[in-house]
């Protein structure tokens, strides 16, 4: 293999598959320019607001998905990039209508959000049982940053009330990152939070693990259905939402903006 060719190369796979997609590039170029649009009120405002948190919203789903091929990658799974999985391109998930479609229908609908199994993971070609957890843990680890991040001008006391409407979405935008964190953290199988535990399983608990799997999404709805079990959840959200600083009444304002055909109100 000639040098040129070797410096295109990085851990024998092709640099391109390193490199952003049009896609994901596209989504970051509408989140910037729809909360500009929604910071100077350009326009039907709430439909900016609604721009900037779906956009927002896909844009975290990618950089979720994203952390767990890159750890996935580097704990020996070379085949995540081959798949188009470092790109950040949501088109190259296993299910864009699980990962892409359902979560958005669900944070218009209610406000919550939803996590979305995406990338498919090689587990045979990663040793260890702490590096598959360090897999799973990444997507999570992504909503929790955001979150972070989201909060702190609410914390350090931005003034709202010059933007409203761009604050909301921010807000918003806080929130869903919240609870897709908690979501995202439950020992469910076949999510996220069950995945990082599964490896520490002993056989038999695996194997009744691996049964239930397939089935963690149904398994999610069936709990947040629960009115008791979702009241739960959502005190939790609220708790943790009111001790980082986030205002309870810009995200409900947040939310009512984002849908925009139902008119002012």
Same mark, same amino acid.
């Given at each position: 293999?000639s040098?040129?060719?070797r410096?295109?190369l990085?851990?024998g796979v ?21 909360? =500009?649009?929604?910071?100077v ?13 779906v ?6 789903l990618?950089?979720h ?9 580097r704990?020996?799974d ?5 798949r ?12 864009p ?14 406000g ?10 090689d587990?045979h ?7 598959h957890t ?9 909503n ?6 989201l ?20 807000a ?14 439950l ?5 996220d ?21 397939p ?18 959840f ?14 309870? =009444? ?16």
């Amino acid at each position: 293999m000639s040098s040129d060719r070797r410096s295109d190369l990085v851990a024998g796979v092709p640099r391109e598959a390193f490199r952003p997609s049009v896609v994901f590039l596209c989504l970051v170029a509408l989140f910037v320019t729809s909360g =500009w649009m929604a910071w100077v009120e350009f326009g039907n405002v709430r439909f900016d607001v609604f721009l900037f948190v779906v956009s927002g919203w896909l844009v975290s789903l990618c950089l979720h998905e994203y952390a767990h091929a890159i750890v996935a990658f580097r704990a020996g799974d070379r085949g995540v990039a081959h798949r188009g999985y470092l790109t950040l391109n949501p088109l190259k998930y296993s299910h864009p209508l699980l990962s892409i479609v359902l979560p958005v229908v669900v944070v218009l609908l209610g406000g919550i959000g939803l996590p979305g199994g995406a990338v498919w993971v090689d587990r045979h070609e990663i040793p260890g049982r702490l590096r598959h957890t360090l897999v799973s843990l990444a997507g999570p680890a992504t909503n929790v940053l955001f979150a972070v991040l989201l909060v702190v001008p609410f914390a350090v006391g931005v003034e709202v009330f010059a933007h409203e409407e761009f604050w909301a979405g921010v807000a918003l935008l806080a929130f869903l990152q919240l609870t897709a964190s908690v979501l995202n953290l439950l020992p469910v199988p076949g999510l996220d939070g069950g995945n990082m535990i599964q490896p520490w399983l002993s056989p038999q608990w695996r194997r009744g693990y691996d049964i239930l799997a397939p089935y963690g999404f149904i398994l999610l709805f069936a709990l947040l259905w629960n009115r008791q079990i979702s009241g739960w959840f959502f005190s939790a959200v609220f708790a943790v939402g009111d001790a980082l600083g986030l205002p309870e =009444w810009l995200y409900s304002e947040g939310f009512n903006l984002i849908r925009f055909w139902q008119g002012a109100g």
